[in-house]
């Protein structure tokens, strides 16, 4: 598994360092999450209760040049993004250039890139794997349980979002992302009793998520790096995927959640600490898996243009 992530790495570092990007950041978060197995055969639902460990490398371009790609701007727009940010160097043109960084604390604007994360756990609890059938139809069916299943999650794709002050000098401002990306969930566990049955359960599945989500943040200056953020949005392709599926309460369609923080900025690195709530949902093979409870995460942020 981990050569597989080493070379990953290699490729992140080695596009930050060939196309100047001006902003990478690790992300290493504790969530709790569950699946829920939808079958039209099976009249109770399989549930996987799991806790993940993921990790998460963004890279950003904050200049403007990859969002005019990706917004198929064309090189007319990275022509004028240049010559407005030569102009602003050189004093030639009054304010500031509106794309770039102010302060590692004070961004406003937009960033477009890629993403990568991966990550591992272990089921918490028992699993009712019901109403699974065996292999001789004239037995009717089975029950299994199991304990112990490893989880595996793995995704990557890109990035759009952005950020800005609601009112100047407040510390509240707004946020959105939109991200379009592909990603593989494995679940592999004993099962007992084992007769007649096979000894483990090992599926492998992939998904395709758009989620879109936009909120609100509140980080004066006087509270030294501490701040909060409360965020809401959707998972298109799971909206898509699930329409008309019965669920357990109407804010199950969407995803939310929110965040508590402290950032410390120094000029090449933000170093950051974050607990919150989140909810959000995707479709997995077969599956709905949910994200939902308390999360914990670790970041740094490398600011690339202020080497």
């Given at each position: 598994m981990f050569p597989g992530h080493f070379r990953v790495l290699f490729v992140i570092l080695f596009t930050v360092v060939s196309s100047a990007c001006s902003h990478l950041s690790y992300q290493r978060a504790e969530v709790s999450g569950s699946t829920i197995e939808y079958s039209d055969f099976e009249p109770t639902e399989p549930r996987h209760e799991y806790n993940l460990v993921l990790n998460e490398i963004n890279l950003y371009d904050r200049s403007g040049a990859f969002c005019a790609g990706m917004l198929e701007a064309g090189d007319r727009a990275s022509s004028r993004i240049a010559e407005e940010r030569e102009m602003a160097e050189e004093g030639r043109m009054r304010g500031e250039y509106s794309w770039r960084e102010r302060h590692a604390s004070e961004y406003a604007g937009i960033e477009c890139g890629g993403f990568f994360r991966w990550g591992s756990g272990v089921d918490t609890g028992l699993t009712d794997y019901s109403q699974v059938q065996p292999p001789y139809d004239n037995r009717g069916y089975g029950l299994f349980t199991h304990t112990g299943a490893d989880h595996t999650l793995t995704e990557g794709g890109l990035h759009i979002g952005g950020r800005g002050p609601i009112i100047e000098g407040s510390g509240l401002g707004w946020l959105f992302s939109f991200r379009l990306s592909l990603g593989s969930m494995t679940l592999s566990a004993p099962i007992a009793p084992a007769s007649p049955a096979p000894e483990r359960i090992d599926e492998k599945n992939g998904y395709f998520v758009i989620p879109i989500a936009t909120g609100i943040t509140f980080n004066p200056w006087y509270l030294f790096g501490l701040g909060i953020t409360l965020w809401g949005g959707v998972d298109g392709a799971s909206a898509l995927a699930n329409y008309g599926e019965e669920k357990e309460s109407?804010?199950?369609?969407?995803?939310?959640?929110?965040?508590?923080?402290?950032?410390?900025?120094?000029?090449?690195?933000?170093?950051?600490?974050?607990?919150?709530?989140r909810h959000n949902r995707f479709y997995w093979g077969g599956r709905t898996a949910t994200h939902r409870g308390w999360e914990a995460m670790v970041g740094v942020d490398v600011h690339f243009d202020q080497f």
């Open positions: 109407f804010l199950d369609n969407f995803d939310y959640g929110a965040q508590a923080g402290w950032r410390w900025n120094f000029t090449y690195v933000t170093p950051s600490l974050q607990v919150g709530w």
